[in-house]
């Protein structure tokens, strides 16, 4: 059962347009959310994440957003670059048994910007 | 600034012989991860480790094992390899003093098991 979900494999935008990419949970217990982008044959790199405690969180170009009622969150990426195109991974925490955060991801993201 | 190390970066092994991946943490980092990314999947949570104890586990089979070490570096050893372990394997890590635990993450290790 997958806890973390994007529904939308994958997203296409013009440069300079606002990029939404969009992310529900279904664990309440998770307490902190993360976004990572992703390129082939390299790790994922940390770009924003937000705690369970707010609704926003904004670096930059990109902003999270959390709406705790509905399990539902977003990264918006305004403005979009050719740059950013990548696979984003959407990823939730959840405090485990032995103190750790555990990172549940969603399946991913491609995110196409056109020049 | 530094990030996470992991070495090899590609590793080619055979059905039931035994591999070691290595993990070297952002310094002054407390915890390490591991995760597994099979082929068009998402990153599994195998184990984690804080100052240099097994911390929680997840999906990892028996026949892995993991620990910490005093410089905070740690390593996976998987023994009896299966065509099916073949995946990204990730490490990341974080620290516990700054109260958000961000994990950052290594550029992985790619085993392909023949």
């Known amino acids: 059962d997958q806890q973390v979900k994007q529904n939308s494999p994958s997203l296409s935008v013009q440069e300079g347009r606002i990029s939404i990419l969009n992310c529900d949970y279904t664990?309440?217990?998770?307490?902190?959310f993360l976004w990572y982008k992703k390129y082939p044959a390299e790790g994922p790199t940390f770009l924003i994440s937000?705690?369970?405690?707010?609704d926003k969180n904004e670096d930059g170009r990109f902003t999270v957003f959390l709406n705790k009622s509905a399990k539902h969150l977003s990264l918006h990426i305004v403005p979009s670059q050719p740059g950013d195109s990548a696979v984003y991974f959407c990823?939730?925490?959840?405090?485990?048994?032995?103190?750790?955060?555990?990172?549940?991801f969603g399946k991913g993201m491609k995110l196409t910007v056109n020049p | 600034a530094a990030g996470v190390i992991q070495s090899p970066r590609h590793l080619i092994k055979e059905k039931r012989e035994t591999a070691t991946l290595k993990c070297y943490p952002i310094?002054?980092?407390?915890?390490v991860y591991w995760y597994q990314q099979g082929p068009g999947q998402d990153p599994q949570f195998l184990i984690s480790?804080?100052?240099?104890?097994?911390?929680d586990k997840g999906s990892i089979p028996d026949r892995f094992s993991a620990q910490q070490f005093s410089d905070y570096h740690s390593e996976l050893n998987m023994s009896s390899l299966e065509l099916g372990d073949s995946a990204l394997y990730f490490c990341?890590?974080?620290?516990?003093?700054?109260?958000?635990?961000?994990?950052?993450f290594g550029p992985g290790t790619r085993l392909l098991v023949l």
């Open positions: 664990n309440s217990m998770f307490d902190y």
């Open positions: 990823a939730a925490s959840e405090k485990a048994m032995g103190g750790s955060e555990k990172l549940v």
């Open positions: 937000i705690s369970s405690i707010k």
């Open positions: 990341a890590s974080s620290t516990r003093f700054t109260g958000e635990e961000t994990q950052y």
């Open positions: 480790f804080y100052e240099k104890m097994q911390s």
């Open positions: 310094p002054r980092h407390d915890t």
